[in-house]
């Protein structure tokens, strides 16, 4: 496979520090805002934000249905944070009537939205992750966590006891921000299932 084309849904969130960890990690990144960039991209990063916000603006811009496809046709997603939400295929605490997280069904699980706590609750913590060398730092802002995972997803990582990383096939999600530290493991870790 030529060198991987990576975008980074860019509603909302870190898409700069994304693109440039893809980049770092061998890819070519590229933002998606519409869908004619969608369907330029052999797979996707969902950042972090708000995964409310990243709802609507889903459904304002007509890229729900289309980025749904494009996951039910197999194609690659990492998602962290409000990105690991959206993978999820049910989600608890999804917001009020009307400005509801929409799940992407990317990912066999059920995420709990801030489910560590509100802003002043956010943390770092090193972390052991599944398929990585040494421990990770990992920064957790208003963080989800992972309360059911189906029978093809494999769970990577774990903080204060509960789900925090995860894989199914091609792919990822985390509920913390790597984007945010200079480690570059999991977009590295992320980039290399693409040839896989």
Request: charged share 25%.
């Amino acid at each position: 496979m030529s060198t991987a084309h990576v975008g980074v849904l860019a509603l909302q969130g870190d898409t700069r520090e994304h693109l440039a960890a893809l980049r770092e990690a061998g890819a070519e990144a590229s933002t998606v805002r519409r869908v004619r960039e969608l369907e330029a991209v052999d797979a996707l990063v969902i950042p972090g934000g708000e995964s409310t916000a990243m709802s609507h603006l889903l459904r304002e811009l007509d890229l729900l249905e289309p980025l749904r496809s494009r996951l039910a046709d197999g194609m690659p997603a990492y998602g962290s944070c409000a990105g690991m939400i959206l993978l999820a295929s049910e989600i608890l605490d999804a917001g009020s009537a009307g400005r509801e997280a929409t799940p992407l069904k990317g990912i066999d699980m059920t995420v709990r939205r801030n489910a560590f706590g509100r802003q002043v609750d956010s943390f770092e913590d090193d972390i052991t992750f599944g398929g990585v060398d040494g421990p990770v730092h990992a920064v957790f802002i208003r963080a989800p966590w992972v309360e059911r995972v189906g029978p093809e997803v494999e769970v990577l990582a774990e903080a204060a006891g509960h789900i925090v990383a995860v894989r199914q096939g091609n792919r990822l999600a985390t509920a913390f921000h790597p984007e945010m530290t200079g480690d570059r493991r999991i977009h590295k870790l992320f980039v290399s299932m693409l040839s896989e």
